[in-house]
């Protein structure tokens, strides 16, 4: 059988000219992937309530272009907003990273309906919704990059995160069900869940003797994850490299899924 286009020799993880969204990408792991897909050649549209300074400075020392964005997530009316804003400065959104997220810790029997609604809004209903605006733009032009940034508690369970949990499983659903209705058009929607990180995220884990001790303790890298540990993985996802690959949630985790 011949050898056809999509042979090996074929593979480019060059993002050139592509135009890639990263919500809350002014620190941790939204600042590592914003900085490994400008680093592959995208443009940046970098979105999230801080100051992007840092995040901004590191793009212009890697010569990638950048237009800030300043929207607070949770107000989830003004997301298609945010996806026309950058088609308006770029010409064509073509990838899309749902990145932003935060977490509430509390006992289940203690758990409030204020930490279950912010958590959900930021890390799920603002993630499907950006999803379904870039979605409106890209599916009728044939192609698009769309990543969400899961969790173990994608696949785990977790203690004291209710709402994360809940949140990061129905992510990896959307991801699922969007792949299968976008597959054929020509979008690949996946997803990453990273491990542990070393993040604000965790800054509660880490300070805490006894959960660090235990966390890696399981960790068969035996390490913390390092944001730029992630760069990899982004770029495939949003790459064409990665033409073929829909609806997977790619474990970056230092081993703790095979454990
Ligand atoms: P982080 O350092 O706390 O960063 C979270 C990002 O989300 C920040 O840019 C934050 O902006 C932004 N954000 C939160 N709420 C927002 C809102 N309402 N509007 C706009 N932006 C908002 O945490 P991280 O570890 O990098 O987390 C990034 C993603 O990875 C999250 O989805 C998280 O659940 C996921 N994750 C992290 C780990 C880990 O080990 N670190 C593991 C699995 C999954 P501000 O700086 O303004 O708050």
Not at 25 to 52: C, D, E, H, K
Not at 95 to 124: H, K, Q
Not at 179 to 203: H, K, L, M, Q, S
Request: glycine share 12%; aromatic share 6%; net charge negative.
């Amino acid at each position: 059988m011949p050898v056809s286009a999509a042979s090996p020799a074929a593979v480019s993880f060059d993002l050139t000219g592509r135009t890639a969204l990263v919500t809350g990408a002014n620190t941790g792991l939204g600042q590592a992937i914003a900085l490994a897909l400008g680093g592959a050649g995208a443009r940046l549209v970098l979105v999230g309530r801080s100051p992007m300074d840092e995040t901004v400075a590191a793009l212009d020392a890697l010569g990638a272009g950048h237009h800030v964005i300043r929207a607070d997530l949770a107000e989830t009316s003004g997301l298609d907003a945010i996806v026309a804003e950058a088609e308006g400065w770029s010409g064509g959104l073509d990838i899309l990273v749902n990145n932003a997220g935060i977490i509430r810790r509390a006992d289940a029997l203690d758990f409030t309906e204020a930490d279950w609604d912010a958590v959900i809004d930021v890390n799920l209903k603002s993630a499907f919704f950006l999803a379904q605006a870039a979605g409106r733009r890209m599916v009728p032009r044939g192609r698009g990059k769309i990543i969400n940034i899961a969790s173990l508690l994608s696949f785990q369970g977790g203690i004291r995160i209710a709402s994360y949990t809940a949140a990061k499983s129905g992510l990896a659903g959307l991801t699922r069900l969007l792949a299968c209705e976008w597959a054929g058009r020509g979008v690949n929607v996946n997803a990453i869940a990273p491990g542990y990180f070393e993040t604000n995220n965790t800054d509660a884990l880490r300070a805490d003797p006894d959960r660090n001790a235990a966390i890696l303790a399981r960790i068969p890298a035996g390490r913390w994850g390092d944001p730029g540990d992630l760069g990899g993985a982004a770029v495939f996802l949003a790459s064409s490299a990665s033409d073929y690959v829909h609806g997977i949630v790619l474990p970056v985790d230092g081993g703790w899924l095979a454990r």
